[in-house]
């Protein structure tokens, strides 16, 4: 028998949002036979993006046998819409632009931090500096970072930050080799200065475990890194994962680190920021359960979106999990709003069924506001694509300058075995709660305006089977409808009736969206 939970949500002195605001949801293929959006920086009037990206006439024209790897950069206006389209490719190079790092210039230009590679593997840091029409200025290649005793062997350039006396700092995860079948992941800090010469590399990590960072947190005395600690790559089961933070002095030497609870296994800090109170926060995969194999000799993990709270002194104040157990839902990124509410955005595993034994498991972009006690005040999902097999990734998030946020990623569609342009750039604007403006289904309780502290109606029982009823004591001419979360239709009646009895018995199982007018202009929305 179908469970429909009814969930009256009142709106209580909500206002629409300001008409000033622009809202929408883009899938673009970027002219490229594959293209990712993996950083955003608003600015003025437009929107900035960069991503990998592989052309579709330098992958099928000129014989090469291995695609080569460019740089996408784009520009939106505030609308979404596409204003320059531009790829940055070198021969025999192969770039890969996957972190959120792209920085806006005194002057106004861009600055990109990622890597390269040659014909042969070998990985080289890149920097790379934009015009406002995505032309490049200059690029500059850092050989060989610093590896201790060991050779290289990969790097992933993950974080860019300014730093004192017009200097900068990259963060980088390192992976060093002592034989050809042994390797670890280290932290390697990097200090540029003003001119973008090395002025020091440090290592930092565990001896035999590896250890990685995402994000670099500046503070006066120092820096803090975020990240985590596993062995995942050195056993076959019983694993080992903690997020970790490293402080460092200004010189890249260790200060203290902080590893998290085992038993909880977090698989690395994606974010960290220091809230007003003075104590850490931090976000990204956890809640984990390791699943053993059918023969027992080897697991796999699985997670639930992370965030945990530290005081000053890095004790545990909470941490809370969200989702159910999907391997890649996960928290990318936090802002701080003023009164201490936190906008956590990031990637949600949704399992979803099309049929009789026909499970197939979405990827839904991510949006949750808690307050400063980690409760969940709201959630939102985004997709740009919602097909048989779709993945909707979240890589970046920043808040613009009307209290909204802008967010960019990738929208796939998987049901015709990746033919391009399946893996498609994907930019999503809402407002401050997270809604595709006042028309979101997902957001109606916030944005529609207030309806009476006392209805003169009600609806019953609550859960429902099968039949949902309205009180409709002072016989007030009902108007109702109920959509899916899309915002179609499924149902429309009007009643004055004492009650009104409505089957929803043809319903799949789910979430729905209703609303109930009144013959005196009120309005009550709610989900079942």
């Given at each position: 028998m179908k469970q429909l939970l009814i969930m009256l949500l009142l709106c209580l002195g909500m206002a629409y949002p300001s008409p000033a605001q622009q809202y929408f949801n883009v899938r673009n293929p970027l002219n490229s036979f594959t293209s990712i959006l993996t950083s955003i920086v608003p600015n003025n009037d437009?929107?900035?993006?960069?991503?990998?990206?592989?052309?579709?006439i330098n992958y099928i024209g000129n014989g090469q046998a291995i695609p080569i790897s460019g740089i996408k950069f784009v520009v939106f206006d505030k609308n979404g819409k596409k204003l320059r389209d531009t790829v940055y490719?070198?021969?025999?190079?192969?770039?890969?632009?996957?972190?959120?790092?792209?920085?806006?210039m005194p002057n106004h230009t861009l600055l990109l931090a990622s890597e390269e590679y040659d014909t042969g593997g070998i990985a080289k840091i890149l920097l790379v500096n934009f015009d406002t029409l995505g032309q490049v200025l200059w690029d500059k290649s850092i050989d060989k970072p610093l590896c201790t005793s060991f050779n290289e062997y990969w790097i992933k350039v993950v974080d860019l930050k300014p730093v004192e006396y017009g200097n900068w700092l990259l963060l980088s995860r390192i992976s060093c080799k002592s034989n050809p079948n042994s390797r670890h992941l280290g932290i390697l800090l990097t200090k540029l200065d003003s001119n973008f010469n090395v002025v020091w590399n440090k290592?930092?990590?565990?001896?035999?475990?590896?250890?990685?960072?995402?994000?670099?947190l500046m503070q006066s005395d120092g820096y803090l890194i975020a990240g985590g600690r596993t062995n995942i790559l050195q056993v076959e089961k019983n694993f080992i994962c903690r997020a970790l933070l490293l402080k460092t002095d200004l010189n890249g030497n260790k200060l203290w680190e902080w590893l998290s609870d085992p038993t909880k296994k977090t698989f690395e800090a994606q974010d960290v920021i220091r809230t007003k109170d003075g104590g850490y926060l931090y976000c990204g995969q956890g809640d984990g359960y390791e699943y053993p194999s059918a023969n027992g000799?080897?697991?796999?993990?699985?997670?639930?979106?992370?965030v945990e709270?530290?005081?000053?002194?890095?004790?545990?104040?909470?941490?809370?999990?969200?989702n159910n157990y999907y391997?890649?839902?996960?928290?990318?990124?936090?802002?701080e709003a003023p009164d201490g509410r936190l906008f956590l955005f990031g990637n949600k595993y949704m399992p979803d069924s099309l049929g009789p034994d026909n499970w197939l498991v979405h990827t839904r972009g991510w949006f949750m506001t808690l307050s400063a006690n980690g409760d969940s005040l709201n959630e939102r999902i985004y997709y740009g694509v919602n097909t048989c097999s779709d993945k909707n990734l979240l890589y970046d998030a920043q808040q613009t300058d009307d209290?909204?946020?802008?967010?960019?990623?990738?929208?796939?569609?998987?049901c015709s075995g990746f033919t391009p342009p399946s893996q498609r750039g994907w930019l999503v604007k809402v407002d401050s709660n997270g809604c595709l403006g006042p028309g979101d289904p997902q957001c109606w309780p916030t944005a529609v305006p207030a309806t009476p502290k006392t209805p003169s109606f009600f609806t019953y029982p609550n859960p429902v089977n099968d039949e949902w009823n309205i009180a409709n004591p002072q016989n007030y001419t009902l108007r109702l409808s109920i959509t899916d979360l899309t915002g179609?239709?499924?149902?429309?009646?009007?009643?004055?009736?004492?009650?009104?009895?409505?089957?929803?018995?043809?319903?799949?199982?789910?979430?729905?969206?209703?609303?109930i007018k009144t013959n005196n202009g009120t309005t009550t929305q709610g989900k079942i």
């Open positions: 437009k929107y900035y993006s960069i991503g990998p990206c592989i052309d579709s490719q070198k021969p025999y190079r192969n770039f890969d632009p996957w972190s959120n790092n792209l920085y806006l290592l930092q990590g565990h001896p035999y475990m590896d250890d990685g960072g995402w994000k670099i000799q080897s697991g796999y993990l699985a997670f639930r979106g992370w709270k530290l005081d000053s002194n890095r004790k545990i104040v909470w941490n809370r999990s969200f391997g890649n839902t996960e928290f990318k990124k936090i802002i209290g909204g946020f802008i967010l960019c990623g990738e929208a796939t569609d998987r179609r239709t499924l149902l429309e009646t009007q009643s004055a009736a004492t009650t009104i009895r409505l089957s929803l018995a043809n319903l799949a199982s789910g979430i729905y969206l209703y609303q």
